[in-house]
């Protein structure tokens, strides 16, 4: 069945170049050209991946971002901010969107984006548990195990259903347990953000949604633990 994408995005031409090369690539396309329009159809058609303007009329991105996610926490979004603006980036992180693109993007990376999200939804029902065969290069760290050639990790034998930022944080922090990382460092390094300055909550943000899915009981982490003022680390065994 082809994959569904929902396109929220107030100028037209956008709109029509993306269900073009989407539709191309085997993707339906659903389109909203205001936020209320665009939050009435993520919730009612329960898309496979929401490409979502910033600046859009009768309600922002951001807060049809907030929106969604309180209705689900799953559905791939990828935040497409017009401008180098380092804030939305980061404001775009905290209220839950897994990527962004920048305005004038290209179609190559933008498919690219759209195909590595919506892979790890086709990935956790592929493999609900992981293949037998080990293709040698699985890191096992207690209960998790990162598959590193599936690009998953899986909890108990299970697969664990994250993002692609989730899973880089997840498989950075448990590469070196123990080691501290501070905000600054996994905004570089997960994030490829450059020199970042200023708030670091959208960090803080991810964690919490990453601990939603792997902890056992996210306030009494058992994986990846927070040193106040420093940082985070994956508990060493
Ligand atoms: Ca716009």
Redesign the pocket.
């Known amino acids: 069945m082809s994959k569904k994408i929902l396109i929220v995005?107030?100028?037209k031409n956008i709109v029509d170049i993306l269900s073009f090369n989407l539709g191309r690539e085997g993707y339906e396309t659903l389109e909203a050209y205001d936020g209320a329009a665009g939050l009435k159809l993520a919730l009612e058609e329960d898309p496979d991946l929401i490409l979502l303007?910033?600046?859009?009329p009768r309600m922002n991105g951001f807060d049809v971002c907030k929106a969604v996610r309180e209705k689900n926490t799953s559905i791939p979004i990828i935040m497409l901010t017009?401008r180098e603006e380092e804030s939305d980036k980061v404001f775009g992180l905290e209220v839950g969107a897994d990527d962004y693109i920048t305005k004038p993007f290209s179609m190559r990376e933008l498919l690219a984006r759209v195909k590595a999200n919506i892979r790890r939804t086709e990935l956790t029902t592929a493999h609900p548990t992981p293949p037998a065969e080990d293709d040698g290069r699985r890191l096992v760290r207690g209960r998790i195990m990162i598959d590193m050639g599936l690009l998953m990790a899986f909890k108990d034998g299970r697969a664990v259903d994250l993002t692609p930022k989730e899973y880089e944080l997840l498989k950075f922090l448990a590469t070196e347990p123990g080691q501290v990382f501070s905000r600054e460092v996994l905004m570089e390094r997960v994030w490829n953000y450059n020199n970042f300055v200023g708030e670091d909550r959208a960090v803080d943000v991810a964690i919490r949604r990453l601990r939603e899915k792997i902890e056992d009981d996210p306030a009494n982490p058992e994986f990846v633990i927070t040193r106040r003022g420093l940082g985070y680390l994956f508990r060493e065994e």
């Open positions: 995005e107030d100028e303007d910033i600046m859009l017009a």
